[in-house]
């Protein structure tokens, strides 16, 4: 199994420009989560899905920042326009939602660190 | 609400001597989840442990052990006979029964000195 693939690794980007950050779930994950790591406040989650449907949305931080998940496969987090604040590092991580053993572990990507100037 | 409290920040020790990280929860709910990954320099977050809150046996992993106690909320970790490798961020979390949004705490920078 390949993991969860995040993508961009690193970017650096000027403040105002649009920044996508692309991630490919575990196959057979249902849910698929975004979390931002910061040195001040730490891992927050941003917002989660599942299904692919949006459910807990309360963490993204500004209407600058949106997320999709078109399909099983693929989610996007979008900021629009970046600003330096925005520099962090942007995780995702997917997971098998429902009861039994597997509930509650979260498998995570390598992270996209974002640097906004 | 969910919380979770690593209250130390960093912690240094010497090759070989053992080191405890203290994780205490807060859940208004019966059934969850407690977790800890390890975040090495590399940036990465890994998996390390999940204890559902129906079994509070302790359990070992090489020199990896976690001590689970309900009654004082508490998921602690102890890494006996540390070595470099095991310099890293700690990360305790929890969730809910049937969702895996993880609730984490600040984290425990591990620093091994050779």
């Known amino acids: 199994d390949a993991g969860v693939i995040q993508s961009p690794r690193h970017e650096v980007t000027e403040m105002g420009q649009e920044v996508t950050l692309r991630c490919k779930p575990i196959s057979g994950h249902n849910s698929l989560f975004w979390y931002r790591q910061t040195m001040m406040r730490g891992l927050e989650l941003l917002i989660y899905f599942n299904n692919n449907v949006p459910i807990d949305d309360s963490g993204m931080p500004e209407d600058r920042f949106s997320a999709k998940m078109p399909n099983a496969s693929f989610s996007t987090l979008k900021i629009q326009p970046s600003e330096p604040r925005d520099s962090a590092v942007y995780f995702c991580?997917?997971?098998?939602?429902?009861?039994?053993?597997?509930?509650?572990?979260?498998?995570f990507g390598e992270g996209s660190r974002l640097t906004v100037l | 609400a969910q919380k979770v409290t690593q209250a130390q920040t960093e912690i240094s020790v010497v090759e070989k001597e053992d080191v405890t990280l203290d994780c205490v929860y807060e859940t208004r709910d019966t059934t969850y989840y407690l977790f800890w990954y390890k975040q090495p320099p590399s940036g990465e977050l890994v998996f390390l442990i999940r204890r559902n809150s129906f079994d509070e046996q302790n359990e070992i992993s090489g020199r990896y052990s976690w001590n689970f106690q309900k009654s004082t909320s508490s998921f602690n970790f102890t890494i006996t006979a540390s070595q470099v490798v095991d310099s890293a961020v700690y990360f305790c979390a929890l969730s809910d029964e049937g969702n895996n949004r993880l609730a984490f705490g600040k984290g425990n920078q591990v620093v091994v000195i050779p």
């Open positions: 991580a997917t997971g098998h939602e429902g009861t039994g053993e597997n509930t509650g572990e979260l498998f």
